[in-house]
């Protein structure tokens, strides 16, 4: 470990493995989420338990794809939040946010969207997202309207 006046680093085997902002408050903790996400990942119930996440302001798109995971999958759905906080130790938090909230505007909801988004916004490349390869998001059946639809809209017309 070093120790500098406005951070330390951590070092195993001389290779720098964690680096956080230095306080001198008497018996103060300070974490980085980031440097607990994978063991959060082996124990999803912690998600909102552990010390080092709380008081993480994450942005409202991560809270509300996290509410339609765990409605639609339940611990499995957390599980898939948590790798998609793990997208954050890759990627900015600007880059996730917008994959986070694309990924919501076009219902894709779940993990394996996100990252692609995030990877295609990250290379500067279109997005190609199959959505035949999420069997488990409910299909959409949008036909061409016909005029004619909304005569049952009009009081006294014929059905």
């Not at 552990?50 to 611990?75: C, K, T, V």
């Not at 998609?84 to 990924?103: D, G, H, N, S, Y």
């Not at 409910?138 to 809209?153: C, E, F, H, S």
Request: one cysteine or more; proline letters at 6%; charged letters at 25%.
């Amino acid at each position: 470990m070093k120790g500098f006046v406005d951070e330390v680093v951590i070092l195993c085997a001389g290779e720098e493995i964690a680096r956080h902002h230095r306080s001198y408050a008497t018996g103060a903790f300070v974490f980085d989420p980031l440097h607990y996400l994978m063991l959060i990942e082996m124990k999803p119930n912690a998600l909102d338990q552990a010390a080092p996440l709380q008081g993480w302001a994450l942005p409202e798109p991560f809270q509300h794809l996290r509410h339609l995971l765990e409605a639609r999958m339940g611990n499995r759905g957390k599980r898939e939040f948590i790798q998609v906080l793990r997208l954050l130790e890759a990627c900015p938090m600007a880059t996730v946010t917008e994959a986070v909230t694309e990924a919501i505007r076009l219902g894709a909801i779940g993990f394996d969207a996100v990252k692609q988004i995030a990877l295609a916004r990250s290379e500067r490349r279109p997005l190609r997202l199959d959505l035949a390869r999420y069997p488990h998001l409910p299909k959409m059946d949008v036909r061409t309207t016909v005029a004619a639809d909304y005569a049952v809209l009009i009081p006294g017309s014929a059905t």
